[in-house]
């Protein structure tokens, strides 16, 4: 959520800020703003309310031309949507800043500015910040002093980025809590809250760590730690370039990402497997040594990535023998806890920067868990970095807010985890040869699954006057019920909720009549006629069955039953196949609704904040 973009250059930079929000578009926003000094030495700057295009019409009439500036994209936390809350906040004119997070203790700093003359013109928190440096400023301190003077009163999460009049030639930067990196360019240095900003600018970035301060000039970046030493941070070469986040000829990235899932898994499944078994080099030398004594696994997650958590329970029970917890990283923070001997923590996260998942990983660093293990898409995060070690997804740049490829990839590279722990356990070396045959042919089956998409279609119109949705799966499909519906609620605004199919009596049933439709997965499974029975259940209550059901499962479709075959799957990755379906129905509602599919309302794509 939020985007930040600042550089220093020794061109017109006000595209390049504008490029960079654009690109940070997928986070989640409700107005932009941007902030630039020019060559009188005066900061002058744009917002407003909406989208990036909003602002860059305002431009057009009004244009702001300079070498050093600052830009950002606004996700509503203190304050409304509007103008006068959207970043950057300035102070006396002399100072603008550009912030992420959340300052806790912004109401009694307000306070305390507002008694020494300063003049709030925003609701948000962020407004304390640029006051407190201008007055630090105001009492003879440089602009890399004053930031590291406000730093240490404030309170909670920050990414910022700050310049002034008094010091033109530079811009400065801090974190604590909100990622925030910094691009290397010739003669031109820049800022972000993420690469994906500056891949058409860089392709080379320092990750800075939590309390570092930066100060960026044409010339050079120096890194400060939060000692006040002078530190030198690594310089990261990435691969990614700035056609990877085009959306192609798809409508939307959502759909983009939806039919690239088969080469994601075969990237996540590449190197890693070999002649019928896993490579145990796949999770390196120091994880395997862990590996051998885990006797539990607890995973911490949220969102969609909490979904796949809870897939991976009924396996590394099933398949692993191994007792497996599985819990809301938001939850997982504010409670006490009972560590049993040798459990392994994971971590699941898409961008590695969720907050309360970082929160609770660094909670679990002081309980004695044995060893920490992030599965993450991007590499550089601070999730990667804080955890002993990784499975990275190799999903490639999600930019839908709602979450599709990074839930297969994370699911993929879960399985791969199960078999690595299971082999110490209960899985035989035959089992094991099973379950990475049929991860071979996963992205096939994948792309059998998305041969269905014009049939989904026509299931799409039926969902266009509704507004609620029930969802049921059982055993590991439970959880891909749950993607599912939450798939349906972020992008089409249907209310939907999933329950284990043998729930309906105690509940749900009272909510099914023809206005009720309910989605199932019926996988051939052991659990098929339980699911059978439960689906008869509905029907003789007149509600409305769409079933995506196994081309070798004995079902018949009937008068208010809908039923699309899905492939025959064997059972292990049926969980991942199925989420395939259930991604496109949620994408075509949404199309008929006339929602912003890939940026949903309200919604972010990285929560960086608690």
């Not at 991604?583 to 949903?600: E, F, N, R, S």
Request: hydrophobic share 40%.
């Amino acid at each position: 959520m939020c985007g930040i973009v600042g550089a220093t250059a020794r061109r017109m930079i006000t595209p390049i800020l504008l490029e960079g929000l654009r690109r940070l578009e997928y986070r989640g926003y409700d107005s932009a703003g941007i902030a630039v000094l020019d060559e009188k030495n005066e900061i002058h700057r744009a917002r407003s309310l909406g989208k990036i295009k909003e602002l860059e019409s305002l431009l057009e009439k009004f244009p702001v031309e300079g070498k050093i500036g600052i830009a950002h994209t606004r996700w509503a936390t203190h304050g409304v949507p509007a103008e006068r809350n959207a970043h950057p906040h300035m102070s006396r004119d002399a100072v603008a800043v550009v912030h992420n997070g959340i300052i806790e203790n912004h109401g009694e700093l307000r306070k305390s500015l507002q008694q020494e003359g300063y003049e709030f013109t925003s609701e948000t928190d962020t407004e304390v910040i640029a006051h407190q440096i201008q007055y630090f400023m105001e009492q003879g301190a440089s602009l890399l002093e004053a930031v590291r003077k406000t730093t240490e009163i404030l309170e909670g999460a920050y990414a910022i980025g700050a310049i002034c009049i008094k010091e033109p030639q530079i811009l400065v930067a801090a974190r604590h809590g909100s990622p925030l990196v910094v691009g290397l360019g010739d003669s031109e240095n820049f800022i972000a809250s993420d690469i994906f900003a500056l891949v058409g600018e860089t392709q080379r970035f320092i990750f800075l760590e939590d309390g570092d301060i930066a100060v960026l000039s044409t010339e050079e970046v120096v890194v400060y730690n939060k000692a006040d030493d002078q530190v030198e941070r690594s310089v990261n070469e990435t691969k990614l370039s700035a056609d990877a986040v085009d959306r192609g000829h798809y409508r939307h990235y959502m759909q983009k990402e939806i039919h690239e899932q088969p080469v994601a898994i075969e990237k996540c499944l590449d190197g890693r497997i070999h002649a019928g078994r896993l490579l145990e080099a796949t999770f390196g030398l120091q994880t395997e040594k862990a590996f051998d004594g885990i006797k539990a696994v607890q995973i911490v997650a949220c969102g969609t990535s909490f979904h796949a958590g809870l897939v991976a329970r009924y396996w590394m029970e099933d398949i692993a023998g191994i007792p497996c917890n599985v819990e809301v990283a938001s939850e997982f923070r504010y409670r006490k806890h009972f560590v049993a001997p040798d459990t392994l923590f994971v971590t699941i996260s898409q961008s590695g920067e969720t907050a309360d998942t970082l929160a609770a990983l660094k909670e679990a660093k002081k309980l004695g868990y044995v060893h920490s293990l992030a599965i993450c898409n991007v590499p550089e995060s601070s999730i990667v970095r804080e955890s002993d070690s990784n499975l990275m997804t190799r999903a490639g740049p999600e930019i839908g807010v709602a979450s599709t490829k990074a839930f297969t990839t994370q699911l993929t590279a879960l399985l791969l985890l199960v078999v690595a722990l299971g082999r110490r356990n209960a899985l035989s070396s035959e089992e094991e040869g099973k379950i990475v045959d049929e991860l071979g042919r996963l992205p096939n089956q994948i792309r059998r699954a998305l041969e269905l998409e014009g049939e989904i279609e026509q299931w799409a119109e039926l969902f266009g006057d509704k507004e609620h949705a029930l969802f049921l799966g059982r055993g590991a499909q439970y959880p891909v019920a749950m993607e599912g519906a939450l798939k349906l609620k972020e992008i089409s605004y249907i209310h939907a909720e999933a329950y284990p199919a043998g729930e309906l009596k105690h509940g749900p049933l009272a909510l099914i009549d023809s206005e009720m439709p309910v989605i199932s997965v019926a996988p051939n499974n052991d659990l098929l006629e339980k699911l059978k029975s439960n689906l008869q259940e509905v029907h003789a209550r007149g509600g409305q069955l769409f079933v995506f059901a196994d081309a070798e499962a004995s079902m018949e479709s009937v008068p208010n039953v809908k039923l699309l075959r899905v492939a025959a799957t064997k059972e292990v990755v049926a969980p991942i196949v199925y989420t395939i379906p259930l991604q496109l129905l949620a994408y075509h509602v949404a199309l008929i609704k006339g929602t912003d599919v890939d940026q949903p309302r309200n919604l972010a794509k990285s929560v960086t904040v608690e």
